[in-house]
């Protein structure tokens, strides 16, 4: 069982980490568009910790879940 546990974290880690710059990649153009850089910037930063705040209390809720 443990196994398992860290393979699926080992499979989401890195979506996880590369995800913010993609979004920053893809987004930041739009947001910018929208609204003043400094403040797109900001939104985008905010969406990129409660995602990943979200994962990792998933992933939390996930292993203890498989004990």
């Known amino acids: 069982m443990t ?3 860290s393979s699926r974290l080992g499979v989401a880690a ?3 980490l590369s995800t913010p710059m993609r979004a920053f990649r893809h987004r930041f153009p739009s947001y910018a ?3 003043k850089p400094r403040l ?3 939104l985008i930063v905010i ?3 409660l995602r990943a705040g ?3 209390a998933v992933g ?3 292993f203890y ?3």
Do not use: E, K
């Open 3 to 5: 196994g398992y546990v």
């Open 47 to 49: 969406n990129q910790c």
């Open 14 to 16: 890195p979506h996880a």
């Open 60 to 62: 939390v809720l996930f």
């Open 40 to 42: 797109a910037l900001h």
């Open 65 to 67: 879940a498989t004990l």
């Open 54 to 56: 979200s994962i990792v």
């Open 33 to 35: 568009g929208i609204f």
